[in-house]
């Protein structure tokens, strides 16, 4: 079955400990994206990656890291988390070319404290 | 700037009746546009795609408009149902540009018996 899988579902933290969101995608795609989802603001893209060792910012890219040393694999690393953070995170892949479907996980919803 | 408007308020309908959605935006020339459903807690799941120079598609109760000159695209759910009952977010997608969907906020469906 072809899907998007991120870990942890759920994950409470405290201020300033490092944490790690994984993501994997078993569809072969190329690009692959990070996004946060806050009431009122929709979905706004972190980092993405064009393909192996190529990622670049999104629009909302502070406090965060990314890395792309597979192509199936996509972790979102938080050095520092802090509260502002605090938010439902969605991995997405999907394949190059502007008119393919994206394909989500199923969410990770952060509480920084 | 960029601008995806799509309406915040809830639609509330009747089991039976069409629902139509908006999507409007400024400042943008994307090539295709995408509709997604999303329910709670859960990933964004791909509907429809419809490119810059159709003027609608269609799949099974679903409907899409697409209108460049106007920079809006109405969505459709013909004889609607309670499991229709979700949020639609509407992407643009740029040709060239770098593979980014940008989604609106979303707008919330309940179809009531």
């Known amino acids: 079955e072809a899907q998007v899988t991120q870990n942890p579902r759920y994950l409470i933290t405290v201020t300033g400990k490092k944490l790690t969101v994984t993501c994997s995608q078993n569809m072969n795609h190329e690009y692959m994206s990070w996004y946060r989802q806050d009431p009122g603001l929709g979905l706004r893209q972190i980092y993405y990656s064009m393909n192996v060792e190529v990622t670049d910012k999104g629009d909302v890219p502070e406090g965060y890291k990314v890395s792309r040393k597979e192509k199936r694999n996509f972790p979102l690393i938080l050095e520092s988390p802090s509260p502002n953070q605090t938010s439902l995170y969605f991995c997405a892949s999907r394949q190059q070319g502007a008119n393919t479907e994206a394909f989500f996980g199923q969410g990770t919803r952060l509480t920084v404290v | 700037s960029q601008k995806i408007e799509q309406n915040s308020e809830a639609l509330n309908i009747q089991e039976g009746k069409t629902a139509t959605l908006t999507c409007n935006y400024t400042n943008y020339s994307p090539a295709y546009l995408q509709w997604y459903r999303q329910d709670p807690g859960r990933g964004p799941v791909f509907l429809l795609l419809?490119?810059?120079?159709?003027k609608e598609k269609r799949k099974e109760r679903l409907k899409v408009t697409f209108d460049t000159t106007l920079k809006q695209s109405l969505f459709h759910i013909t004889a609607s149902q309670p499991a229709d009952s979700a949020t639609y977010l509407c992407?643009?997608?740029?040709?060239?540009?770098?593979?980014?969907?940008?989604f609106g906020t979303g707008t919330q469906l309940k179809v009531e018996l």
């Open positions: 419809i490119r810059e120079n159709e």
């Open positions: 992407a643009l997608d740029r040709a060239g540009g770098g593979n980014k969907l940008t």
